[in-house]
């Protein structure tokens, strides 16, 4: 057996424990994310190194991500509980305005939940004073919020989303004679992503979108990725890493904040 198949097998391996820790992990913490947003207790990323810690901000940096909240969109049958990590991270990566909402696990549509987002970005802006925010959306979070962006007038609102293993493309797993309404919507070549992969012409937000090759739910793994002739993308692919450990991995945490941090350089916001 040649050295390569043998790594990549050892690679699988390696992920399917850390995605069953990351499984393990969101059902311990699922009961506290019904709660306030700060009841979740202490933890540490699935990923034990610590050698990818958020970048360090300039003062300048530091201030124009004070002016921006971030909203945390978690994915079906979840809740904020799963941002546990991502949210403290971000907090020490100088953004001090994170609000992670909940959504029911009933949702039977995605642009129903995406007129629910709409306004809880609107009472946001409007209590903080804030003209923009970024959105983080993991999973059906991510389709949710990019309806919201392309829809519903979200462009104007919204600096950069990123997306944490969204099915941007659709999923086979979809295909599957599941009850749940909402995973018709998912389905390759349904009328909510035709609707999504219409013209968008003028869109300012930024797009991000993380995908795996390991990730078990979007399938195949690409329609992780965004694209779109209209849309500003950046996919970034991620390695041996699966879906529900997405937002809790100390590496695409890591990336996550960089991604935010990099928004907010001189040069980038020159650019803008």
Do not use: K
């Amino acid at each position: 057996m040649s050295v390569f198949p043998l790594r990549v097998l050892t690679g699988a391996v390696c992920a399917a424990a850390v995605e069953m820790a990351a499984m393990t992990t969101a059902l311990a913490l699922y009961p506290f994310g019904f709660g306030e947003e700060e009841a979740t207790p202490g933890l540490r990323a699935v990923q034990p190194s610590d050698d990818a810690a958020p970048p360090a901000r300039t003062a300048r940096e530091r201030a124009a991500a004070d002016d921006i909240p971030v909203v945390l969109v978690h994915g079906m049958s979840s809740n904020r509980a799963i941002f546990h990590v991502l949210r403290r991270d971000l907090r020490r990566a100088g953004f001090p305005h994170v609000t992670v909402p909940n959504y029911s696990w009933l949702t039977t549509d995605v642009r129903s939940a995406a007129r629910r987002l709409a306004a809880e970005v609107e009472r946001l802006c409007e209590r903080g004073g804030h003209e923009r925010v970024h959105v983080i959306g993991h999973s059906l979070g991510g389709l949710i919020a990019r309806y919201y962006v392309q829809r519903l007038g979200g462009h104007a609102r919204v600096d950069t989303l990123v997306t944490l293993g969204a099915p941007h493309h659709g999923t086979l797993v979809a295909m599957l004679p599941l009850p749940h309404p909402v995973i018709r919507q998912l389905r390759p070549g349904s009328d909510l992503l035709t609707e999504l992969a219409e013209p968008a012409p003028g869109c300012p937000t930024r797009f991000v979108a993380f995908h795996s090759d390991l990730d078990e739910l979007v399938i195949p793994t690409s329609s992780a990725r965004l694209d779109h002739p209209d849309l500003q993308t950046s996919n970034i692919p991620v390695r041996a890493v699966g879906h529900v450990s997405l937002p809790l991995h100390r590496r695409v945490v890591s990336e996550v904040c960089r991604v935010l941090h990099d928004a907010h350089r001189p040069e980038a916001t020159a650019a803008a």
